[in-house]
T-cell receptor
Framework: DVKVTQSSRYLVKRTGEKVFLECVQDMDHENMFWYRQDPGLGLRLIYFSYDVKMKEKGDIPEGYSVSREKKERFSLILESASTNQTSMYLC?????????????FGSGTRLTVV | QKEVEQDPGPLSVPEGAIVSLNCTYSNSAFQYFMWYRQYSRKGPELLMYTYSSGNKEDGRFTAQVDKSSKYISLFIRDSQPSDSATYLCAMEGLGQGAQKLVFGQGTRLTINP
């Protein structure tokens, strides 16, 4: 089975801290994604990457950056955490576009910024 | 207007009922349609997918796409308490940006024993 592993299930950080969320996939997928999930707002795309060192902004990139130095790892960085970034963060990967290649999601990181 | 609209519920039905979950969309370029299931404190998992219009059946689940109406549905027959989860529709077009899916808000479903 494809696995997408997010390094932390729960994180509590202080306002202004720099926060790193790590995601690793083990099936050589080209595409990786970071979403946040909030009640009433659903899944919102922050950033995605279709290749090593390549990244594209999603719908809500402000306050975030990403890094993809290796194919299997995609990191989300909160440059200066704020309370409105308290959320569930979901990482996903997929091998390519097309109907049978849906996303495989990680279990999520619930981040609380205090 | 959101590209994909999904009633967030919550929806609560008795065990054994037939459940109908629905999404509407505005982008006629969408060609691939998926349903994800998300249990509490877990990431979403792919449940079903369909291409273009038509029906697809997998056990107790049936996915239906009506492109003329820009409307997709997921039917669950003989619903079980283990079906209690949030269900998200997702869709994708072809061409530029085709790697990323567009999701509905998710419908929270509870099946009562």
């Amino acid at each position: 089975d494809v696995k997408v592993t997010q390094s932390s299930r729960y994180l509590v950080k202080r306002t202004g801290e720099k926060v790193f969320l790590e995601c690793v996939q083990d099936m050589d997928h080209e595409n990786m994604f970071w979403y946040r999930q909030d009640p009433g707002l659903g899944l919102r795309l922050i950033y995605f990457s279709y290749d090593v060192k390549m990244k594209e902004k999603g719908d809500i990139p402000e306050g975030y950056s990403v890094s993809r130095e290796k194919k299997e790892r995609f990191s989300l960085i909160l440059e200066s955490a704020s309370t409105n970034q308290t959320s569930m963060y979901l990482c996903a990967s997929r091998p390519g576009s097309g109907s049978i290649y849906g996303y495989t999601f990680g279990s999520g990181t619930r981040l609380t910024v205090v | 207007q959101k590209e994909v609209e999904q009633d967030p519920g919550p929806l609560s039905v008795p065990e054994g009922a037939i459940v109908s979950l629905n999404c509407t969309y505005s982008n006629s370029a969408f060609q691939y349609f998926m349903w994800y299931r998300q249990y509490s404190r877990k990431g979403p998992e792919l449940l079903m997918y369909t291409y273009s219009s038509g029906n697809k059946e997998d056990g107790r689940f049936t996915a239906q796409v009506d492109k003329s109406s820009k409307y997709i549905s997921l039917f669950i027959r003989d619903s079980q308490p283990s079906d209690s989860a949030t269900y998200l529709c997702a869709m994708e077009g072809l061409g530029q940006g085709a790697q990323k899916l567009v999701f509905g808000q998710g419908t929270r479903l509870t099946i009562n024993p």
